[in-house]
């Protein structure tokens, strides 16, 4: 199941991102990719890298974990944090005893200050006293989380405080025959005529097999030559843009130049001076004389005709 599995979100990860990057960046109806025991039945080491890319496509990866470190076997500790960190929701739904981990969660939900009220009585009169600079408490310990009841689960979403929520089960909707149904169809055994499952039905499931794995191949291989010539189309317009500047600067060089000689100071205008301050201003950070240039220009305008170009 493994293999079929990681082929089938091979396959539909990528064919997802080419639609959406045809399309405009983004799929116009998300696809959710729900990898339910993902570190036994879809073990990607990648995922958590394409946790947020996915995202920005319109592709919402849906992750299940029985526990913190179930993930860390497959991802490690710095995967699973990226995991953990690149999700928009997380949903802890209990029965797990790894303290570290619940520690964690604790502390994102938080504290509470709880006021502290003290009754005393005496024969003649009552009197109560609320006390309002309680200790804080974590709204839900390690011990509480720990122990959390079936059908709750706290939820921690993105720019939102964390939540105490109430999870339905399908069998307990309208939905239930419905799900009962589609389940039986699914675990409907396949089946010869004789009632085993015939070598035909074998070789026909692993032809099926084979072409989505040849199809993942295929989708990696296009999107492969893809960027390697989106990469040969950025180097070219980069060495397009360099022979550009080097001919610019070659080009003018000649007339920046004379301006480090005393002559050509002596001889020039106001206008002078400020067009020579300009072109010596384009190409201060591709040519190290126009930056000399660039400052003798600021203290010649300043000295001879009084002009801050600061200002």
Not at 118 to 124: G, I
Not at 141 to 160: D, F, I, K, T, Y
Not at 168 to 180: A, G, H, I, R
């Amino acid at each position: 199941m493994t293999p079929l599995v990681s082929a089938l979100a091979v396959a539909t990860c990528p064919a997802g991102e080419y639609r959406a990057e045809t399309g405009g960046g983004r799929l116009p109806r998300p696809m959710v990719v729900v990898l339910d025991e993902a570190a036994n039945v879809c073990p990607e080491r990648d995922l958590p890298k394409l946790y947020s890319h996915f995202g920005s496509k319109g592709i919402c990866l849906q992750t299940i974990l029985q526990s913190w470190s179930q993930g860390m076997d497959v991802w490690g500790e710095t995967g699973m944090n990226k995991l953990w960190s690149a999700s928009n929701t997380a949903l802890y739904a209990g029965g797990v005893k790894e303290v570290d981990q619940l520690e964690r969660i604790s502390k994102l939900i938080g504290n509470e200050r709880s006021d502290q009220i003290s009754t005393s009585v005496s024969r003649d009169s009552r009197s109560t006293s609320v006390t309002r600079d309680g200790q804080e408490r974590p709204i839900a310990s390690v011990e509480e989380l720990a122990a959390l009841p079936e059908w709750r689960g706290w939820l921690l979403a993105s720019r939102s405080r964390p939540v105490l929520i109430e999870l339905v089960p399908w069998f307990t909707t309208s939905v239930k025959k419905l799900v009962e149904e589609s389940f039986g169809r699914l675990r409907a055994p396949i089946t010869s005529q004789g009632g085993l499952m015939s070598e035909e039905i074998i070789s026909d499931l692993d032809r099926k097999v084979a072409n989505l794995v040849r199809l993942a191949q295929q989708l990696a291989e296009a999107k492969r030559w893809r960027d390697q010539r989106i990469l040969a189309a950025e180097n070219e317009a980069l060495h397009s843009e360099q022979y550009r500047l080097r001919s610019m600067v070659e080009t003018a060089r000649p007339y920046p130049s004379e301006g480090l000689r005393d002559r050509w100071w002596n001889e020039a205008s106001l206008e002078d001076a400020v067009h020579m301050l300009g072109v010596s201003e384009r190409f201060k950070d591709v040519d190290p004389m126009a930056g000399q240039v660039r400052l003798r220009a600021r203290r010649e305008i300043a000295a001879r005709w009084d002009v801050d170009v600061e200002a």
